[in-house]
C-alpha cells in the first residue's frame, strides 16, 4: 500500500513540473554582401600566404591607394605589388564565380555569358601608369600584369593570357606564385643578370610605401566613387541594336552575341545572326 502511495507522489509531481519549451539559437543569415566579402578576405588570405613564401630577394605591397587624376575617383586601388629582381607584378584580384568570357580586344568582359565587367587587363593598365608616375622612369618597361580569379572560375580568354611569355598573364588564385616564379624563371633565361638590384628593389618599394594613402575617410570617398560609377553605369547603359539593321535587341540576345566569337564582338538581332558566318 505504501508503495502505490508513493508512486502516485511521484506521477504528481512529474505532472505538476513545467515543461521546458525547446529553443533554438538562430543566427542571423549573412547578406550576399557579407558573404561576398567573406570570401574575397578569404581568397586575399590565400593570395598573402603565397607572397610571403617568395624568395628573399623579393618584396611585395598589398592594397595599394595612390593618387591618379586620370581615374575618376582621383585615386588608383591596386591589390598587390609584386618587387623581383627581374620584373614588377601589379596584381589585380577578381571574387567571381562562373565562366570568365573575355579578349584583348574587348574592353568589356561577360560572367557567365550575362554580367558585364571592365576587362581587367585595361584596369591593371591605369593601376600601373598610377605606379609609373611614382618611381624613376628606368623602371616603367619592367611591369607584368596580373590578373587571379578564384577557382570558383573558368577561363574562356585568349590563350596568350596563359602563355607565361606574356606580359599580361590571367591566373588562378592558388598559382599565383607558381606563375610568378616561372616567369621570373623565363626572364632570368633572357637577361642572364637582374634587372633590378637589392637597392633598386628597396627604392621601389620605399617610393611605394610613401604614397600609400592610409586615410580611412579618403579610403572611404574612393569606395563610394566606385559604387557611384557602378550604379551610373547601370542606369545609362544604352538599348543594344543589330549591327545590320539597327533593330533593338534584348539584353539577353546582346549577351549570347558578346559572349560568341563567331560575331566579333559584335551584336545582332535573331534575322541576321543566321546571315553571320
Not at 105 to 110: A, G, I, N
Not at 225 to 251: F, G, H, R, W, Y
Request: proline share 3%; charged share 30%; net charge positive.
Amino acid at each position: 500500500m505504501l508503495l502505490f502511495l508513493n508512486f502516485l507522489k511521484k506521477k504528481k509531481k512529474n505532472e505538476t513540473k513545467p515543461k521546458q519549451a525547446n529553443v533554438t539559437s538562430s543566427k542571423p543569415k549573412k547578406t550576399s554582401e557579407q558573404v561576398a566579402t567573406r570570401k574575397g578576405e578569404i581568397g586575399e588570405y590565400k593570395i598573402d600566404i603565397q607572397l610571403d613564401q617568395l624568395p628573399k630577394d623579393c618584396r611585395y605591397l598589398s592594397d595599394l591607394l595612390v593618387k591618379n587624376p586620370k581615374a575618376k575617383s582621383g585615386y588608383s586601388q591596386i591589390d598587390h605589388v609584386v618587387l623581383t629582381p627581374y620584373g614588377i607584378f601589379a596584381i589585380e584580384t577578381k571574387n567571381y564565380q562562373g565562366t570568365i568570357y573575355g579578349g584583348k580586344d574587348r574592353k568589356t568582359w561577360l560572367i557567365n555569358g550575362k554580367f558585364k565587367m571592365m576587362n581587367p587587363f585595361v584596369q591593371n593598365y591605369g593601376h600601373i601608369k598610377a605606379l609609373t608616375s611614382i618611381i624613376d622612369e628606368k623602371y616603367h618597361d619592367l611591369f607584368i600584369s596580373m590578373v587571379s580569379f578564384t577557382k570558383r572560375c573558368t577561363f574562356k580568354v585568349d590563350l596568350d593570357y596563359r602563355k607565361i611569355a606574356s606580359n599580361e598573364l590571367i591566373v588562378y588564385d592558388i598559382e599565383l606564385s607558381d606563375f610568378i616564379h616561372r616567369k621570373v624563371s623565363v626572364l632570368k633565361l633572357q637577361y642572364k643578370k637582374p634587372l633590378l638590384n637589392k637597392q633598386d628593389v628597396s627604392d621601389i618599394y620605399n617610393a611605394f610605401s610613401k604614397a600609400n594613402i592610409s586615410d580611412p575617410e579618403i579610403r572611404e570617398e574612393h569606395k563610394q566613387a566606385l559604387q557611384a560609377k557602378t550604379t551610373s553605369d547601370k542606369i545609362t547603359s544604352p538599348q543594344a541594336t543589330c549591327s545590320i539593321c539597327n533593330k533593338a535587341v534584348s539584353e539577353k540576345v546582346k549577351t549570347y552575341c558578346l559572349s560568341n566569337k563567331k560575331f566579333n564582338g559584335k551584336i545582332y538581332c535573331f534575322d541576321h545572326q543566321k546571315t553571320v558566318r
